[in-house]
């Protein structure tokens, strides 16, 4: 079935460390994008992505950082420069234009110790 | 300012009832969409429901509709027959191009609570 990725369902990362979350869809999608959802804000982008090798910055892309190298893959980098990064990750995908929106992830738990 | 507005962090309904979840959005663009999203405590993000900013006809999913009122910038989801899975977060949101490249972007969210 196709779908989208994301592993690991929980991580934990010491204060300066980089950590790596994967994305993974096998929907042939072109966009791929990631947010971040804290309690009571809702969700916020973070990076896009409408081709290979091309992403753009959402509304809080400071301290995070992206590529694109296959269609299929959208890893995100939280940075140690991420003051905050305690929070659950999610990334979507999408056929640009399609009345369906976005198709998720089940998400990445991220815990800073 | 918010581009979507969710005014009820919470919301408390009968199993069998109706409910409806509000939602008000802020665009210059002509050409939009309007998006509803359910989160269960899961985490995954179901879709719902979508409107566009031309559809003449309100949009109908079961026992989903959309109550878009596009003069006052409004796009309720209304759930009919509420049941006890329909307890989760709820979320709106809107497409807009900037650039080109569509983005959606999210409301703070409802969570409903439906009880027995």
């Known amino acids: 079935d196709g779908g989208i990725t994301q592993s690991p369902k929980y991580l934990f990362r010491k204060e300066g460390q980089n950590v790596t979350l994967s994305c993974e869809q096998n929907l042939n999608h072109d966009a791929m994008y990631w947010y971040r959802q804290d309690p009571g804000q809702g969700l916020r982008l973070i990076y896009y992505s409408q081709i290979v090798n091309d992403f753009q910055k959402g509304d809080i892309a400071e301290g995070y950082s992206v590529s694109r190298e296959k269609k299929e893959s959208f890893p995100l980098t939280v940075t140690s420069a991420q003051k905050n990064p305690t929070a659950f990750y999610l990334c979507a995908s999408s056929i640009p234009g399609s009345n369906y929106g976005y198709t998720f992830g089940s998400g990445t738990r991220l815990t800073v110790v | 300012a918010q581009k979507i507005t969710q005014t009820q962090p919470g919301m408390f309904v009968q199993e069998k009832e109706a409910v409806t979840l509000d939602c008000t959005y802020d665009?210059?663009?002509?050409?939009?969409?309007l998006f509803w999203y359910k989160q269960p405590s899961s985490g995954e993000m179901i879709f719902l429901i979508y409107q566009g900013s031309y559809d003449q006809q309100n949009a109908t999913e079961g026992r989903y509709s959309l109550n878009f009122q596009k003069a006052r910038k409004s796009a309720n989801l209304v759930i009919s027959a509420s049941q006890l899975g329909d307890s989760a977060m709820y979320f709106c949101?809107?497409?807009?191009?900037?650039?080109?490249?569509?983005?959606?972007?999210f409301g703070k969210g409802t969570m409903l609570l439906v009880s027995p």
């Open positions: 665009t210059s663009d002509p050409s939009y969409g």
């Open positions: 949101a809107m497409r807009e191009f900037p650039s080109g490249y569509s983005t959606l972007t």
